[in-house]
């Protein structure tokens, strides 16, 4: 049950773009995404509803393929500030159904 | 200070022993959650907390025992740790169930 993200780590250089995809097998109510720097909490970026797209986190957007069942986040022009792991939450039914990938390691470097 | 945290932030007990993580929120969220995050799964949901003396499953439970007499507290007790929960602990609010959820800084456990 637990989503597929990919890819599971990249490198960037500061300005360039990266686009973070979350997949699951199940039917989806919503995605969650999180962005957690090392040896901290992780730390809420948005959520998208059924066929819902929503620009949430300064030029972080992302988009949710209800037929593909298949989300994907996107950081364009990327900064230093946005290096840090990224996770996607599945929400199925209930909240004892939310479930999370294993995340995608993100490095930005000058 | 508003906001979610957790106590102790660093654990270190031994195989058999009861250990209770605790979790204290200000926000009034009537949802609570426990996670426990290791290398290559993620965050997966240990027990989760919909209001006051309501609780459930999630994805591992076993080993854990949770409650929640108050709206903001939500202790998480391990009742006999093992080697296999060694892991770090985050405990999250929410004031829904779906909706966007608030994480503490977290608890790293090590069982010997």
């Known amino acids: 049950q637990q989503p597929v993200q990919s890819p599971q780590a990249v490198i960037l250089r500061e300005g360039e773009d990266a686009v973070i995809n979350c997949s699951s097998s199940?039917?989806?109510?919503?995605v969650h995404w999180y962005r957690q720097k090392h040896g901290e909490a992780p730390v809420f970026l948005m959520i998208l509803l059924k066929g819902g797209e929503q620009k949430g986190h300064e030029k972080i957007s992302a988009s949710f393929n209800e037929k593909k069942q298949q989300s994907s986040l996107y950081l364009t022009a990327s900064q230093l500030s946005y290096s840090g792991t990224y996770f996607c939450?599945?929400?199925?039914?209930?909240?004892?159904?939310?479930?999370f990938g294993a995340g995608t390691r993100l490095t930005v470097k000058p | 200070d508003a906001g979610i945290t957790q106590s102790p932030r660093y654990k270190i007990t031994e195989t058999g022993r009861q250990v209770t993580l605790m979790c204290h929120q200000t926000?009034?969220?009537?949802?609570m959650f426990w996670y426990r995050q290791d290398l290559g799964h993620g965050l997966r949901l240990i027990y989760y907390?919909?209001?006051?003396?309501?609780?459930d499953k999630g994805e591992v439970p076993d080993g854990y025992v949770v409650s929640r007499s108050k709206t903001e507290n939500f202790p998480l007790t391990l009742e006999s740790a093992t080697r296999s929960q060694t892991s770090v602990y985050f405990c999250?609010?929410?004031?829904?169930?779906?909706?966007?959820?608030?994480f503490g800084p977290g608890t790293r456990l090590t069982v010997l």
């Open positions: 907390s919909a209001a006051a003396d309501i609780t």
């Open positions: 999250a609010s929410s004031s829904g169930g779906a909706l966007e959820q608030f």
């Open positions: 199940k039917a989806l109510y919503s």
């Open positions: 926000w009034s969220h009537s949802y």
């Open positions: 939450g599945t929400y199925y039914r209930g909240p004892n159904d939310m479930r």
